[in-house]
């Protein structure tokens, strides 16, 4: 894996820059000596007002209200500020089956990654890195994509494989697993459940049978920055997981224990996912391209996670 030296004075453009990876991403970056250019779709005055305990970055960090998803954006974009590495993190994020969610992930990531990889095209950089989904299907396997996330998600890996082979776009796929850690958004699972359990409140959730591959954001990023800076994995999809997988009726139990379980947890008061398919990531393969492996197992992430909560949740 390289040495974060190597991003020193690297110009480094990321979408999506206040999401969850995305905010953790531009921190590392910078503190590595990048010059980050931070993307987001909202203005800097409402990105600043939706902080609050998240804060939008270190100081020094250029940040730039852009839309990918909107014709000819992501192509100003480039030519204006000529980045040598871009990571495309913006899109509508949810694993939720509804109808609704058909056109935002549509736009958001499909739309949005293939005005990248046309402006990449016509202003070459040296090395896009694009976020593949767990949920997405594979190609060897004949399923059916979960979610409109999914199928988009999906449908982006595929358009990144093809403007690699025939048009050459150094594109790196980067493939994480079930993210998780301190300041994640509330409507995921392990914030939601901390924070109810931290405030006495019993959380709702489902049966708890699905299993994922939970890997703690620190690993995530330091994944990410490979990704970005290896040499000679163009076209390559790396998982980002531990290898192991994990119930989610074992991760509530371990939150609840980790804070004294104040209130009792309502399993199966949400229903289950229509289709759930559960993936372990291929360790193996990502730590000999890259030489990355997770390095904090779950009990020890849920615990980090459950004191990031305990110190910013007002009232615990």
């Given at each position: 894996m390289t040495s974060l030296a190597s991003w020193a004075g690297t110009r480094v453009l990321v979408t999506g820059a206040t999401g969850f990876i995305g905010r953790h991403l531009v921190r590392a970056l910078a503190g590595a000596g990048a010059d980050v250019i931070a993307v987001s779709r909202r203005a800097p005055a409402e990105r600043h007002a939706g902080?609050?305990?998240?804060?939008?970055?270190p100081p020094g960090l250029r940040w730039v209200q852009a839309d990918f998803a909107k014709p000819g954006v992501a192509?100003?974009?480039?030519?204006?500020?000529?980045?040598?590495?871009?990571?495309h993190l913006a899109g509508h994020s949810t694993g939720s089956s509804g109808v609704e969610h058909v056109e935002p992930t549509f736009t958001s990531l499909?739309?949005?990654s293939v005005h990248l990889l046309l402006a990449a095209h016509r202003h070459p950089v040296r090395r896009i890195v694009l976020p593949a989904s767990l949920n997405e299907p594979f190609l060897a396997a004949d399923e059916v994509p979960s979610s409109p996330y999914a199928a988009a998600k999906w449908a982006t890996s595929a358009y990144a494989r093809m403007f690699h082979s025939l048009y050459r776009v150094p594109v790196v796929l980067a493939r994480p697993f079930m993210v998780y850690g301190p300041g994640q958004g509330a409507e995921k699972l392990v914030p939601y459940v901390t924070r109810c359990l931290l405030q006495g409140q019993p959380p709702r959730v489902s049966q708890g049978k699905w299993a994922a591959d939970w890997t703690y954001i620190d690993d995530v990023v330091e994944g990410m920055l490979a990704a970005g800076a290896c040499p000679a994995i163009e076209g390559r999809t790396l998982d980002l997981g531990t290898g192991e997988t994990h119930s989610t009726?074992?991760?509530?139990?371990?939150?609840?224990?980790?804070?004294?379980g104040r209130a009792a947890v309502q399993f199966g008061a949400l229903e289950d996912r229509p289709i759930a398919v559960v993936r372990q990531a291929s360790v193996e393969e990502?730590?000999?391209?890259i030489g990355w492996r997770a390095r904090i197992g779950l009990?020890?992430?849920?615990?980090?996670?459950?004191?990031?909560?305990?110190?910013n949740i007002g009232g615990v």
């Open positions: 902080a609050a305990a998240n804060s939008p970055g192509a100003r974009t480039l030519e204006a500020l000529q980045p040598d590495v871009v990571y499909l739309e949005s009726r074992e991760v509530v139990d371990l939150l609840s224990e980790m804070t004294c990502t730590a000999t391209l009990r020890e992430g849920l615990s980090r996670t459950v004191e990031w909560f305990r110190a």
